[in-house]
Antibody, heavy 118, light 108 residues
Framework: QITLKESGPTLVKPTQTLTLTCTFS??????????VNWIRQPPGKALEWLAL???????EYNPSLKNRATIAKDISKSQVVFTMTNMDPADTATYYC??????????WGQGIPVTVSS | EIVLTQSPGTLSLSPGERATLSCKAS???????LGWHQQKPGQPPRLIIY???KRPTGIPDRFSGSGSETDFTLTISRLEPEDFAVYYC?????????FGGGTKVEIK
């Protein structure tokens, strides 16, 4: 059974760096064609994909983040860490991590709400 | 970047009726790498269709997906009360992965 859980701060100030951790179980991030994504959803709005780290440590980012984001995996801890610099109130959203297998996004965490406010 | 446009924005139907949701891509989605996710209020999304037409284990067969290249459709043959939700299409063929704006299926 695949499970993912997001953790981190729920309130950050503008210009600060956000660091979120996805702790997962039920799969190995060293298995072929497996990946972990970060996806966010502003209140009342649509989903926006942010980043993906693959089993082979290849990484993809949404260009709209303009180099603000970093994703990294720690296989020994079964974790994926996502950081985003220079946070702005427009980054207020629920942040989800999600498992990918064979490229499709097929299991989601419960999400963590993050508010950016001074 | 592949832009996905979903229509209609809102679909008002009664339980038992058929729902047809559209997702149009700005360029061809190769290998039919197109998925549909269902999201209910306060919950994370749930994958209900992948590869344009395949159902994950546990998804009822009243959900079906069709289409190819730039035109995709999600059909719910007979709406059950638990099917009223927002549905998002997603393409994972070409980075960056993108989602459509969503279709809300509401009770009429």
């Amino acid at each position: 059974q695949i499970t993912l859980k997001e953790s981190g701060p729920t309130l950050v100030k503008p210009t600060q760096t956000l660091t979120l951790t996805c702790t997962f179980s039920g799969f190995s991030l060293s298995s072929d064609v497996v990946g972990v994504n970060w996806i966010r959803q502003p209140p009342g709005k649509a989903l926006e994909w942010l980043a993906l780290v693959y089993w082979d440590d290849d990484k993809e980012y949404n260009p709209s983040l303009k180099n603000r984001a970093t994703i990294a995996k720690d296989i020994s801890k079964s974790q994926v860490v996502f950081t985003m610099t220079n946070m702005d109130p427009a980054d207020t959203a629920t942040y989800y991590c999600a498992h990918s297998s064979g490229w499709r996004t097929d299991h989601w965490g419960q999400g963590i709400p993050v508010t950016v406010s001074s | 970047e592949i832009v996905l446009t979903q229509s209609p924005g809102t679909l008002s139907l009664s339980p038992g009726e058929r729902a047809t949701l559209s997702c149009k891509a700005s360029q061809s989605v190769t290998n039919n790498y197109l998925g549909w996710h269902q999201q209910k209020p306060g919950q994370p999304p749930r994958l209900i269709i992948y590869g344009a037409s395949k159902r994950p284990t546990g998804i009822p067969d009243r959900f079906s997906g069709s289409g190819s290249e730039t035109d995709f459709t999600l059909t719910i043959s007979r709406l059950e009360p638990e099917d009223f939700a927002v549905y998002y299409c997603q393409q994972y063929a070409h980075p960056p992965i993108t989602f459509g704006g969503g279709t809300k299926v509401e009770i009429k």
